[in-house]
Nanobody
Framework: QVKLVESGGGLVQAGGSLRLSCVAS????????MGWYRQAPGKQREVVAT???????NYADSGQGRFTISRDNAKSTVYLQMNSLKPEDTAVYYC?????????WGQGTQVTVSS
């Protein structure tokens, strides 16, 4: 069992930046994949960005060039740096850990971007 705790969400004006953090309750050194997902009201949860154990990254088109995912294995933490935020980025952002075909999720952190 793994517990994930997100932080860093909040209210920001369009064009602003936020950095989300996700701390895992165990080492993430050998974790196959971690990522950030988001869910806006009335919409399905969607992937934002993922990072593999070797540091390979993938981004959804919506965040390409604006968002950066990174990981600090020593701190068991994954980050999502979000720049040039837009109102359409408003959502609850969830941290995800995938290990042995099992998904683990955090409780989510709210990001609200005002126009």
């Amino acid at each position: 069992q793994v517990k994930l705790v997100e932080s860093g969400g909040g209210l920001v004006q369009a064009g602003g930046s936020l950095r989300l953090s996700c701390v895992a309750s165990r080492s993430i050194v050998n974790i196959a994949s971690m990522g950030w997902y988001r869910q806006a009201p009335g919409k399905q949860r969607e992937v934002v960005a993922t990072i593999t154990y070797s540091g390979g990254t993938n981004y959804a088109d919506s965040g390409q060039g604006r968002f950066t995912i990174s990981r600090d294995n020593a701190k068991s933490t994954v980050y999502l740096q979000m720049n040039s935020l837009k109102p359409e980025d408003t959502a609850v952002y969830y941290c995800n850990l995938l290990q042995y075909s099992v998904d683990y999720w955090g409780q989510g952190t709210q990001v609200t971007v005002s126009s």
